[in-house]
């Protein structure tokens, strides 16, 4: 979980997001976690859960989830493969049907906080 988002050029420099520990990110970092290994298959699955607890000094409109991903090597360093963000507000209402009314209920919302609160 990252304060703003680390793919916006003024958030986090590009060149920063290549190196293994960019230090722009690492101090935006609210909340990180590390997935195991999957070794021996081109079609992995991640079944593993994190419970992030949202704190209460950030607007949540500016939290991003970010994912790195990487390859494993034996002997060298780990490859990264791609990076993606998505905003906290959208992931959390992704996966939910809300109807126009809903939406513009979201909208008409000012605060991050208040429209996660409604989202649950």
Known sequence: LVAGDPLDAAVVKPQELRKRKPKALEARTIFKATTEVVRGSLEPKWEQGFSIEVPGGHDVGELFLFFRLYDYDLVTEHDLLGHVSVSLLDAISGGKELSPGWQA????????????????
């Open 105 to 120: 209920l979201l909208r008409a919302i000012p605060a991050g906080r208040d429209r996660l609160d409604v989202l649950r």
